[in-house]
């Protein structure tokens, strides 16, 4: 019982982490039909922002200078998402597959920068010392940091949901993932709710990408390699422009990875792009979305 | 395309001075490094070709091709170093199961269509890599690669001396795949493939079933990526997960991209290019080039995948159609000169 509830709840927190990931892809291909490879970027960007805010800007790691570095890995990667946004995908205007190749290489030329400054190796972050406790539940011993990923992918999560349900730009998104010919014909500015769910996506990805230093114990110019994948496989499984969507899958593929794995090692990978192949011959669309460009 | 009448006596000329230079007197391609990266570059070259007929001919943007690439080479190396198996007989075995692999993997593919169908063939590319790097079965020897056992390749493959047979091994490969590439372009079946890229619902509307000529070009390019994989195994002398991941794909999307899609030559040129490119750039960066540069600027400049990257984020801003889009562009001016 123990075993199952620590397997459970390390999956959840695994899904939270993929759901930081996907979220702003989700959006972005949702609203934009763009396939952004430069997401693994975001994250990078973002780690790099908070392995500097904890070691040059507060060497001392306290509970609110990890705040800071995730709040500060957020707004960089989000703020790189808006310039490149302005800079490079606005100008390919529905050119969907130019769009994805030109992300192809901001995301070759981001990892060169950032191997080229720091070097390629894998660098700690440094993080307060109770993320390293555990609690115990029942006889369940489990490591902290678990529920610290799925308190911040929640309040995201709460908080991405809400600026689309309860604010003027956010009934423009989702206008504009159901119909955006539709929205630009009546006259309402799309471009600014373009730029919005890139600077959210990026924002998403810069908070993943420090907690995802946290997970894999570093941050190197590398890291975002297979997190991308698991955040496209997410994306797909929950559909296209689907928040809720891409929720569910991420936990989903989440637990199914971890239990996987616990009965075989490295069989959780194979499970699933085995969860997405059955998810495409059953409903190509995903499980929530409704979207097809 | 080459529609002209020069144009094919001198794509013949241009392979035979390729094939002759090992032999001639002193220039540098008798050095057997050169020899070397040479057969690699020609084999990347085919490769981005067999990436061209999916991409570029079909317009299906596939993130999965390397690991038809990648199976080529490790069922080779398997059915050779485990099971003993005549190497012939092997890379004749390594085509059929990449052929049904493709088609298993594809047909389930491509129920999804444009950016989907890209997500859905990078994982499906990931689950092979996956596969290689964890070594299930104890097959692959993971991040270690699969050395080939040299005793059951052809002898004349083996040693420095015959690296000049590894440079006419890939050449011989690269003009046979451009061979195929040519015949299944021009056939009534690559009409189609370049219909579907176009106006994939006129297809249907004219009574053809777009998924399944889309499921054909997906196999074939596979199957020949799977031979060309074959060749690699022997160039290289083993297997390596790098072949399998998903930055090897790119490297492909980025080949034809600098070539440009659609030309066959261009896709060859890209891949040859980029393959070069890469080697020269990575040996720049050890020198002592950018000393002079401030730290940085040469940080990034060392890494060869930031010129490529940059490079890549040009032409498809700027330039469409790569170098051979250029050289048609230029082409098409000179000729309406004066009009």
């Known amino acids: ?293 | 395309m080459l529609r002209w009448k020069y144009s094919r006596p001198l794509l013949v000329a241009v392979t035979l001075i390729f094939a002759l230079l090992p032999f001639i007197g002193n220039n540098p391609v008798t050095n057997p490094g050169l020899q070397q990266t040479m057969a690699v570059a020609f084999l990347y070259g085919a490769l981005a070709l067999t990436y061209d007929l999916l991409f570029g001919f079909t317009g299906l943007l596939s993130f999965g091709h390397a690991l038809y690439f990648a199976s080529g080479i490790y069922v080779t190396a398997i059915l050779i170093n485990t099971y003993n198996w005549n190497f012939y007989l092997a890379v004749l075995a390594a085509i059929i199961f990449t052929s049904i692999l493709a088609a298993l993997t594809g047909a389930a593919s491509l129920r999804t269509t444009g950016i989907t169908f890209a997500m859905v063939t990078l994982a499906f590319g990931q689950a092979g890599h996956v596969i290689i790097t964890r070594d299930f079965g104890g097959l692959t020897h993971g991040d270690n690669g699969l050395p080939i056992n040299a005793d059951r390749i052809p002898s004349f493959f083996i040693g420095v001396v015959n690296t000049k047979f590894l440079y006419l091994l890939a050449l011989g490969i690269l003009v046979f795949i451009y061979l195929a590439a040519w015949w299944i372009t021009e056939s009534s079946a690559g009409r189609v493939f370049a219909a579907l890229r176009d106006n994939e619902q006129r297809v249907s509307v004219l009574g053809l079933n777009p998924n399944r000529f889309k499921l054909l070009s997906f196999v074939l390019s596979a199957a020949l990526a799977a031979f060309i994989g074959a060749g690699m195994l022997v160039v290289s002398g083993g297997g390596s997960p790098r072949f399998a991941s998903s930055e090897t794909t790119i490297a492909l999307l980025l080949m034809v991209i600098l070539g440009g899609p659609v030309t066959r030559w261009g896709a060859v040129l890209g891949g040859i290019l980029y393959s070069v490119l890469g080697t020269r750039l990575n040996s720049l960066s050890q020198g002592s080039t950018f000393d002079s540069l401030p730290t940085f600027i040469k940080g990034p400049l060392s890494e060869p995948a930031f010129t490529l990257g940059m490079i890549f984020i040009l032409i498809v801003m700027f330039a469409p159609g790569g170098i051979s889009g250029a050289y048609y562009r230029a082409r098409f001016k000179y000729l309406n000169k004066g009009k």
């Not at chain 1, 993932?177 to 919005?196: C, D, P, Q």
């Open chain 1, 1 to 293: 019982m123990s075993t199952f509830l620590l397997i459970l709840i390390t999956g959840v927190g695994l899904g939270a982490l993929y759901f930081l990931v996907a979220s702003g892809l989700s959006l972005i291909y949702g609203l934009m039909g763009v396939l952004n490879f430069a997401h693994g970027s975001f994250l990078t960007i973002g780690a790099f922002t908070g392995l500097w805010v904890s070691t040059k800007v507060f060497p001392n790691p306290t509970t609110w200078t990890f705040i800071a570095a995730m709040i500060a890995g957020g707004i960089a990667a989000g703020l790189f998402a808006l310039v490149m946004e302005q800079l490079v995908i606005n100008r390919l205007y529905n050119r969907h597959i130019d769009q994805a190749l030109v992300t192809v290489g901001v995301a070759l030329v981001v990892a060169a920068v950032l191997g080229g400054w720091f070097g390629n190796d894998l660098r700690l972050l440094p993080t307060p010392l109770w993320f390293m406790k555990a609690v115990t539940i029942g006889d369940a011993i489990i490591p902290i940091d678990r529920f610290i990923y799925i308190g911040v992918a929640a309040i995201l999560l709460t908080a991405m949901l809400s600026i689309l349900k309860f604010t003027r730009i956010g009934l423009i998104i989702r206008a504009g993932v159901e119909n955006r010919s539709m929205v630009s014909a009546l006259g309402i500015n799309v471009r600014l709710a373009f730029s919005t769910v890139f600077f959210i996506g990026g924002f998403a990805a810069g908070v993943g990408g420090v907690l995802i230093s946290v997970f894999s114990y570093g941050v190197s110019p590398g890291m975002a390699g297979s997190w991308l994948i698991y955040g496209f496989i997410v994306v797909v499984v929950g559909g296209m422009g689907s928040l809720t969507g891409s929720a569910i899958a991420a936990m989903l593929i989440g637990i199914t990875n971890q239990f996987a794995n616990y009965y075989v090692t490295g069989l959780g990978d194979f499970v699933v792009v085995f969860i997405l192949a059955a998810v495409l011959l059953t409903k190509p669309s995903g499980l929530l979305g409704k979207v097809s460009h």
